[in-house]
Structure formats: C-alpha cells, structure tokens
C-alpha cells in the first residue's frame, strides 16, 4: 500500500511541474522559415481583353525572390492546352527577378475565357496566375 502511494506521490509530482518550451528548437524552426523563399510576383491577373479566335497572345508575368535563399521554380502547370508556360530562370537568388511567359492560343475557342497557370517552387505555397480574355469567334455561332 506504502508503494501504491509513494508511486502516486512521484505521478503527481512530475504532472505538475511547469513544462517550459524548447528555446532552441523553437529559434531553429524561426530561422528555417525566415529563410524560406517568398515570390512575389508584379501582377497575379492579366487581361487581354476583346481578342479574335486565332490570335496567339503572350504576356510575361514578373516576381520577385522576397526570401533569403534561393527561390527554385519547379513548374508552371496550366489548366488548359491553350496555354503554354514557359520559366525564364529555374534559379532566383535572393532579391532578382524572374518571370513566367504565357503563350495563349485562342483558335477554338469563343466567349469570356479565365484560364490558370500554377507555379509551384521550394517556397511556402504555390501560386496561382490568372488570364482573361474575350474571344471573338465568327465561326462559332450561339443560337439562343
């Protein structure tokens, strides 16, 4: 019975002090995501307005390596055969620049268009662009 109740003195004993923090490993985990890359780009969205089915339009989308390391482009998915992505640099040390080209192919299609390009690094999350377009079609006749 002595054991039963010393054993629960020691429990009690050790549930009750006050647990402190890791400091090291917390200022570790600060600093890896302080040096985790950050790209910023000039403009997420592009217009290219009234277009004519046919035209092939290209705009370059600009950013920023925000971070202190570098900042590593792995690829530009986009959500439509319509668009062709193209990364200027695959390597953006800290504080250059870099873009992503876009090469947008309207044959086909008609209407109000929004398409997506993700753009996925080594930095938090990835991004997503986007570009808008009305296309003018003659060939494309909607009977209402």
Same mark, same amino acid.
């Given at each position: +019975?002595?054991?039963?109740?010393?054993?629960?003195?020691?429990?009690?004993? =050790?549930?009750?002090?006050?647990?402190?923090?890791?400091?090291?490993?917390? &200022?570790?985990? $600060?600093?890896? #995501?302080?040096?985790?890359?950050?790209?910023?780009? *000039? &403009?997420? +969205?592009? *217009?290219? !307005?009234?277009?004519?089915? !046919?035209?092939?339009?290209?705009?370059? =989308? /600009?950013?920023?390596?925000?971070?202190?390391? *570098?900042?590593?482009?792995?690829?530009? $998915?986009? *959500?439509?055969?319509?668009?062709?992505?193209?990364? !200027?640099?695959?390597?953006?040390?800290?504080?250059?620049?870099?873009?992503?080209?876009?090469?947008?192919?309207?044959?086909?299609?008609?209407?109000?268009?929004?398409?997506?390009? $993700?753009?996925?690094?080594?930095?938090?999350?990835?991004?997503?662009? #986007? #570009?808008?377009? $009305?296309?003018?079609?003659? /060939?494309?006749?909607?009977?209402?």
């Amino acid at each position: +019975m002595n054991r039963i109740i010393l054993l629960a003195l020691i429990i009690l004993q =050790f549930s009750c002090t006050e647990k402190r923090p890791n400091i090291k490993n917390a &200022e570790k985990i $600060e600093n890896i #995501i302080s040096n985790i890359p950050k790209i910023e780009f *000039d &403009e997420e +969205m592009h *217009d290219f !307005g009234l277009i004519k089915a !046919g035209e092939i339009l290209t705009y370059s =989308f /600009q950013f920023t390596n925000r971070g202190e390391t *570098d900042l590593i482009i792995n690829k530009a $998915e986009t *959500d439509c055969g319509c668009i062709e992505a193209t990364i !200027g640099k695959i390597t953006i040390p800290s504080g250059e620049r870099g873009f992503i080209e876009i090469k947008f192919n309207s044959a086909g299609l008609f209407g109000k268009q929004l398409k997506t390009i $993700e753009v996925q690094s080594n930095s938090k999350e990835p991004k997503h662009l #986007i #570009i808008f377009a $009305e296309v003018e079609n003659e /060939q494309i006749e909607i009977k209402n």
